[in-house]
């Protein structure tokens, strides 16, 4: 495992998360930092993308579900989509395991359907244990693991102070 993805993926859920906050707070204060966020999340997924194969169709098969299922609706997301796909020009991409892709884009998508009725998401963590199981690589269950810790722990805060 590239134990780089730690920092990464849990600077990217902060991030990600404090853009949410911020866009759907209508915290109008804070708006032009929610598009610097949104250009520095952009850019930490394109770096993680470019680590390897497996990691780059995670991020992918994730971020084509997010526009299907209509969750990138802010200013700072559009930015941060638009950081991401310039940043593969200055990082590189690890390449596209297209299987792979369309089996994260399917559980990342049903994800968000159970979300709408249940608030809760596992079907993808669950999904990556065991594409890591069998692909003996890790990378992606820690990306979305350590990911989803620090998206968490930015819910809980926003909770906290924001609700």
């Known amino acids: 495992m590239n134990y ?3 920092p990464l993926s ?7 998360k404090t853009v949410d906050i911020i866009e759907d707070n209508k915290i109008k204060r804070y708006s032009f930092l929610s598009l ?6 952009g850019a930490l997924l394109s770096y993680s993308a470019s680590l390897s194969l497996n990691l ?8 084509f579900s997010l526009f299907l299922s ?3 609706d802010a200013k700072g997301h559009y930015l941060a989509m638009f950081s991401f796909f310039v940043s593969i020009f200055i990082f590189g991409f690890g390449g596209i395991n297209f299987a792979l892709l369309i089996v994260i884009l399917l559980f990342s998508y049903l994800d968000e359907l159970i979300d709408k009725k249940i608030n809760f998401r596992f079907a993808l963590d669950i999904a990556c244990f065991v594409i890591s199981l069998i692909l003996n690589d890790f990378d992606i269950f820690a990306f979305i693991i350590f ?4 998206y968490l722990l930015m819910s809980k ?7």
């Open 36 to 41: 610097i966020l949104g250009i520095l999340y």
């Open 10 to 16: 849990l600077s990217a859920g902060f991030l990600s």
């Open 4 to 6: 780089l993805i730690i």
């Open 70 to 72: 209509k969750k990138i």
């Open 147 to 150: 990911y989803d810790l620090s």
């Open 157 to 163: 805060i926003e909770k906290k102070y924001f609700v």
């Open 56 to 63: 780059s169709s995670f991020i992918l098969g994730v971020i």
